[in-house]
């Protein structure tokens, strides 16, 4: 469970280092800006199933404004905090029973879940890099090992 805390303190690292960078814009990239509010209502979505509630009503593509985007990152963040705060070992192998967008039902454990939210998060933060380069802005390192850095 350390690994996945870890890794889910890294996406709140590498959402905030985002966030910041397209707030940061001299001109709005809103193709960013659209992958980056996917990726958060997708980590809204996971929760909810996370936490055995119906997701039907989320949308997984919407646009936000970057306010929004703040808001939603945050809440993301205590949502996910608070989950992880009383997941034990044994429980991250629990199989949820969810349904995709198109209603179709899957089985996944916690733990097989909580990876995917991380990887779906770093996948998409990867791409507004590359807009963001297309763009020639600057694209912000989030890679795993500079936060590991900045934590000691």
Excluded at 40 to 68: C, F, M, N, Y
Excluded at 89 to 101: H, L
């Amino acid at each position: 469970m350390k690994s996945i805390q870890s890794m889910f303190d890294h996406l709140h690292w590498a959402n905030i280092r985002i966030i910041n960078t397209l707030l940061s814009l001299s001109e709005p990239n809103k193709q960013a800006e659209k992958l980056f509010a996917h990726t958060l209502l997708a980590e809204q979505v996971w929760i909810t199933r996370l936490v055995g509630k119906s997701s039907d009503h989320l949308p997984i593509w919407s646009d936000l404004t970057l306010e929004r985007c703040d808001e939603q990152l945050h809440k993301n963040h205590n949502d996910y905090r608070s989950f992880l705060s009383k997941l034990t070992e044994q429980e991250s192998e629990k199989t949820v029973t969810y349904k995709n967008s198109t209603g179709e039902e899957f089985h996944n454990s916690n733990r097989d879940i909580l990876v995917h939210v991380a990887l779906h998060g770093q996948y998409h933060r990867g791409q507004i890099n590359l807009l963001l380069r297309q763009n020639d802005e600057e694209p912000v390192s989030t890679d795993y090992i500079i936060f590991k850095r900045e934590q000691q």
